[in-house]
């Protein structure tokens, strides 16, 4: 008889707090997921938001992803942030780096 092997379950899971984008970097800011996308929209041109069961993610309009939002967790509510900070010189990047500026003052 042959013995039967089951993949295992937790493969290719990231441990909590750990990103599962290197080149990304997580932030918690103190403004609700959709106030911060009217915000980023607002101020920077050629930026898509797309809303997913689980978070709104900011793209360029050639569909480069440039930030995730997820609703906080807890009382505090916000957001979770997580932004793209590399390669440094990506046009991608640099349009980050800008979003970023947007949601800076609700860095907590």
Known sequence: M??????????????AGESSRPEFRTVHVSIEPSAAVDRICGRLKGCVATETPTEITIRTTRGELLATLKPGQGE???????YRTAPASQTATLKARSLW???????E
């Open 2 to 15: 042959e013995e039967s092997i089951m993949p295992d379950p937790t493969a290719g899971l990231v441990p």
């Open 76 to 82: 505090d509510g916000g957001s979770i942030l997580q």
């Open 101 to 107: 500026r947007a949601l800076e003052p609700f860095a």
